[in-house]
C-alpha cells in the first residue's frame, strides 16, 4: 500500500470549505500527466467519511480503478459492495452495440423507452423519490453495482438519455437530505467521439451538480485543445468551450502538468490550485491559490513545495 | 542454468501467467511448454502479463514493464514520411507470428504482410551479444530447428525455439532481420487482413470492429494472444476522407480502448500515425494520444540520416550501428497497468525507465539498421573533424527520406554473405 496526501493536505485552509452543497471541482491534466491519484484521494477522503459517491468514467473502466485503489490503499470493491460507491462505466461499451449478456443485467430494450419518458435534460427540479422506480438499471443493484453506459455505434439525440442514468443514480442515493458527491472523468469523450455538443454536456454538468453535493470533474487541458485560435477546428473550439466554462463555474481548480523546465528524476509534476468562478467566495470561504510539486512513486504520491527538495 | 534460475525467480514473484512456462522449462526437456504462456511473460514491475514489441529496446523502454503489457494499445507516431514507424510495427507483427500468435493487420493489404522481416539470429536474444563469433552457434541452431520440425510436427508452436536444451524454452522477444522475409512457421497462423474502410462509407470504421470484434471473440475462446496492427492510420492512401473526421476516428480509438480492455489477457494494439498529416498541434491528435496507453513519437532528423548514410557508405558498416537517424520522444508512458496511476515508475534505476512519460525527457535514438532497430539513450556525439564536411557532403534527399527502406536495400548484397553456410 502506497501513501497518498489528503485533500486537506492538497487544499490547505481551504479544503474545510469544500464539502458544500452543489460545489464544482475541476480536475485538469496534460498528457503525461495521470490525475488518478487525486481521484482516489477524493474518493478516499469521502468514502472513509461515509458519503455515498458517484463514480462515472468515460475513458477508463472500473477494473483499473480498482487496481489503482488497491495499491493507494483503497477498497473499492467493498465500497462498493456496501453500496456508498457506485461506478458508472461510460467506457466499456460506449460505442458498442448494446447487447445485454448475462453478467451485465441492463435491459437495453427497454431502457431508451422508459428513460425517455422521465427527464428531459436540463428540466426543473425532479421529485428525488420518483425516481428509483424509473431506474432501468434497478434490476442490477445488488448482483451488479457497477452500470453501464451505451450510446450505441452512431449516438443519436434519444441515444443521449443514457445519461440520464448518473442523474437517476445520484437522486438515488439522496438519503436525510444529503446529496452523495460526484467523480466524472472523461467527458471530453462525449464531445470528441461522440459528437455531442459541448453546451449539451455544460448542461448535463449543471444538471448534475443540483443533485450531488461536490462534483469532480476531470478533463484534459493540454494548450493544444485550450487555445485556440481562427484555425481551430470544431473539435479544439468545443472542448476549450466546456474546459473554459467549466472552470469558471468552478469553485477550486486542480489543474496538473508537467514541469516547465524539463524533466526531473524527482518530480512528477506541478499541481496548481486555484480558484474558479464559483459561489466559494459566498460561503465563506476562500480558496487559497498555491502550486505544489508532486512525486509519484511506489511509496506512493507526495506533494512538496517548491523548493523544499521533497526531503 | 542461468536462464532456469531466472524463470525460477519469475515464478516466486508471482504471476499466474507464467507458471505453466516456467514449470516446464524446470521440467524434463522433453515436455514442451503450455502454448498460452508462449511470448508471454510477466513484468518486471507489476506481474502483469507481457508480451514483446519484437524490439527489445522497444520493450525495455515501456516504463520498466520489459514488455508490452496485454491489454494495452501503443500509438508510434513519425513526424516525417520516412517508414521507420513501419519497421517497428512489422517487427511487432513477425514477433507475433514467430510466437504463434494471432496478428491482426488493419488497413494494408496482403502486400505490407509480405514484408515482414525474417528471423535473423535464432540465438540472439540479448542485444548485448555480438553478432561477430556467433555464427557457429548460429548454424548449429538452425540444423537443429529442422531437426526439430520434423521431429514435433504434431507439437505445434513451441518448435520455433526451444529446440537448443541451453536456451531457456521460449524466448520473449527474437531479432529480425529486415533484409530477410519472414517465412510463417507450419506452426503460425498467417496475418489475418482487414481491408481499409471503402471510400464511400459513411461510418467507416463500422465494418472494421465489427470484424476485428469477431475475431476477438473467436480469440478469446481458444485464449490466443492477438496482436492488432493499424499501420498508417489514416494515411489518405488507404483510408477515405470521411475517416479522419473526430467522431470517426475517436470513436473507433476509443472503441479499440474499450476492446483491449475488454480481451486484456489477450490483445495488444500498435498503431503507426503520420504526424505530417496530423501534426501534434491538433486537437484530433492529442485525443488520439490521451486514448492510447503510450505515445511514441520517431523523429527522423535529416542530418542524423545524411550521416548515417556517410558512415554506411564509407564501408565500416559496423559503426553505422551507432549511428542515429532521429530522435525518440515518450510523450506517454504505459501506467503501471491495471491502474497504478504511476507513469514511468524509478523502479528501473536506468533512467530510460525512470523519466518516459515527460515531455523533453532524457533524450532518446534510434537507428535502424538492416540487423534491427535500436533505441538508445543520446547525447550529441563529439564532431570528429568533420566540421564543414558535413553540410558538403552531396546526399540526394530521396536516399534520405527513404532511408526505413533504402537502407534495407543497401544492405542486401553484403548480408547474403553474412549468412551463407
Redesign the interface.
Known amino acids: 500500500m502506497s501513501k497518498l496526501p489528503t485533500p486537506a493536505e492538497i487544499l490547505g485552509q481551504s479544503f474545510k470549505f469544500l464539502p458544500q452543497e452543489s460545489q464544482l471541482l475541476l480536475i485538469t491534466s496534460v498528457?503525461?500527466?495521470?490525475p488518478?491519484?487525486l481521484t482516489?484521494t477524493l474518493l478516499h477522503n469521502s468514502l472513509m467519511n461515509g458519503e455515498n459517491v458517484v463514480f462515472v468514467s468515460f475513458?477508463?473502466?472500473y477494473?483499473?480503478?480498482?487496481?489503482?485503489?488497491k495499491?493507494h490503499g483503497l477498497d473499492l470493491p467493498s465500497h462498493l459492495k456496501k453500496g456508498t460507491l457506485t461506478f458508472i462505466d461510460g467506457?466499456?461499451?460506449?460505442?458498442?452495440p448494446s447487447t445485454p449478456t448475462p453478467t451485465q443485467s441492463i435491459p437495453t430494450a427497454a431502457a431508451p423507452s422508459r428513460v425517455g419518458g422521465v427527464i428531459p435534460s436540463r428540466g426543473g427540479p425532479i421529485p428525488p423519490r420518483q425516481i428509483p422506480q424509473s431506474q432501468p438499471q434497478a434490476v442490477a443493484t445488488p448482483t451488479d453495482p457497477i452500470k453501464y453506459i451505451s450510446l450505441g455505434?452512431?449516438p443519436s439525440p434519444t441515444a443521449l438519455r443514457q445519461l440520464d442514468v448518473i442523474k437517476t443514480t445520484l437522486q438515488g442515493l439522496i438519503s436525510n437530505g444529503a446529496k452523495p458527491k460526484l467523480v466524472v472523468e472523461g467527458l471530453?469523450?462525449l464531445i470528441?467521439?461522440?459528437?455531442v455538443d459541448a453546451r449539451v454536456v455544460e448542461d448535463l454538468v449543471y444538471d448534475l451538480r443540483e443533485v450531488s453535493s461536490t462534483a469532480t470533474i476531470l478533463l484534459?487541458s493540454?494548450s493544444?485543445?485550450i487555445q485556440t485560435s481562427s484555425s481551430?477546428?470544431p473539435?479544439?473550439l468545443s472542448?476549450a468551450n466546456l474546459v473554459l466554462s467549466l472552470g469558471h463555474a468552478a469553485d477550486a481548480i486542480l489543474s496538473l502538468r508537467?514541469?516547465d523546465t524539463?524533466?526531473a528524476?524527482d518530480i512528477?509534476?506541478v499541481l496548481k490550485i486555484t480558484r474558479g468562478a464559483g459561489n466559494l467566495g459566498e460561503t465563506g470561504g476562500i480558496v487559497e491559490e498555491k502550486e505544489m510539486l508532486y512525486y509519484?512513486?511506489?511509496a506512493g504520491v507526495r506533494i512538496f513545495a517548491r523548493g523544499s527538495g521533497g526531503h | 542454468m542461468s536462464f532456469r534460475k531466472r524463470s525460477v525467480v519469475l515464478n516466486t514473484s508471482g504471476s499466474s501467467n507464467s507458471t505453466p512456462a516456467a514449470a516446464a522449462s524446470g521440467a524434463p526437456q522433453s515436455t514442451p511448454p503450455t502454448p498460452p504462456a508462449k511470448g508471454v511473460r510477466p513484468s518486471f514491475l507489476t506481474g502483469v502479463p507481457t508480451t514483446s514489441t519484437g524490439t527489445a529496446s522497444l520493450d525495455a523502454l515501456l516504463s520498466g514493464h520489459e514488455g508490452l503489457p496485454l491489454g494495452s494499445m501503443v500509438l508510434i507516431e513519425e513526424s516525417s514520411t520516412t517508414d521507420f514507424a513501419g519497421a517497428l510495427l512489422r517487427y511487432y507483427a513477425a514477433e507475433g507470428i514467430v510466437q504463434g500468435h494471432n496478428v491482426v493487420v488493419i488497413g494494408a493489404g496482403e502486400a505490407w504482410g509480405r514484408e515482414l522481416p525474417g528471423l535473423s539470429d535464432r540465438k540472439e536474444d540479448n542485444e548485448d551479444i555480438k553478432k561477430k563469433g556467433k555464427e557457429e552457434r548460429m548454424k548449429i541452431a538452425w540444423r537443429y530447428e529442422a531437426l526439430g520440425n520434423r521431429r514435433t510436427v504434431d507439437s505445434p508452436p513451441s518448435l520455433q525455439m526451444g529446440t537448443d536444451a541451453s536456451e531457456p524454452v521460449s524466448l520473449f522477444c527474437h531479432t529480425y532481420d529486415l533484409t530477410k522475409r519472414l517465412t510463417i512457421p507450419s506452426s503460425s497462423k498467417p496475418p489475418t487482413y482487414i481491408p481499409p474502410p471503402p471510400p464511400t462509407s459513411t461510418?467507416p470504421f463500422?465494418s472494421i470492429?465489427s470484424s476485428l470484434s469477431t475475431l476477438l471473440a473467436a480469440a478469446s475462446s481458444t485464449n490466443s494472444i492477438t496482436r492488432v496492427l493499424i499501420p498508417n492510420l489514416l494515411s489518405p492512401l488507404s483510408y477515405p476522407p470521411s475517416s479522419s473526421h473526430?467522431?470517426h476516428l475517436?470513436?473507433f480509438?476509443?472503441?479499440l480502448?474499450?476492446l483491449t480492455?475488454?480481451y486484456?489477457q489477450i490483445l495488444t494494439i500498435m498503431i503507426s500515425f503520420p504526424l505530417p498529416l496530423y501534426p501534434?498541434?491538433?486537437?484530433?491528435t492529442?485525443?488520439l494520444?490521451?486514448?492510447s496507453d503510450a505515445?511514441i513519437e520517431l523523429h527522423p532528423i535529416p542530418t542524423f540520416l545524411a550521416r548515417f548514410e556517410m558512415t554506411k557508405s564509407s564501408s565500416s558498416s559496423t559503426s553505422a550501428d551507432d549511428i542515429p537517424q532521429g530522435l525518440v520522444k515518450v510523450?506517454?508512458?504505459i501506467?503501471g497497468k491495471?491502474?497504478?496511476?504511476?507513469?514511468g515508475?524509478?523502479?528501473k534505476g536506468d533512467g530510460s525507465g525512470?523519466?518516459v512519460?515527460?515531455?523533453?525527457?532524457?533524450d532518446l535514438a534510434f537507428m535502424l539498421t538492416r540487423r534491427r532497430m535500436r533505441i538508445e539513450r543520446f547525447s550529441l556525439p563529439v564532431d570528429e573533424g568533420d566540421d564543414g564536411g558535413d553540410e558538403h557532403k552531396p546526399h540526394n534527399p530521396s536516399s534520405t527520406v527513404g532511408e526505413g527502406v533504402g537502407g534495407v536495400e543497401a544492405g542486401k548484397k553484403m548480408h547474403k554473405v553474412d549468412l551463407e553456410f
Open positions: 498528457l503525461g500527466t495521470s488518478s491519484w482516489y475513458i477508463n473502466e477494473a483499473y480503478f480498482r487496481e489503482g485503489g495499491r467506457f466499456s461499451k460506449l460505442f458498442l455505434p452512431s471530453e469523450v470528441a467521439a461522440a459528437g484534459p493540454d493544444v485543445l481551430s477546428t473539435l479544439e472542448h508537467l514541469l524539463g524533466v528524476k512528477s509534476g509519484e512513486s511506489d | 461510418s463500422s470492429l473526430p467522431t475517436l470513436q480509438i476509443h472503441t480502448r474499450s480492455r475488454q486484456s501534434r498541434t491538433t486537437g484530433l492529442r485525443h494520444e490521451h486514448l505515445t510523450w506517454k508512458a501506467e491495471k491502474g497504478t496511476g504511476i507513469v515508475s524509478s523502479s525512470g523519466v512519460g515527460m515531455e523533453g525527457g532524457d
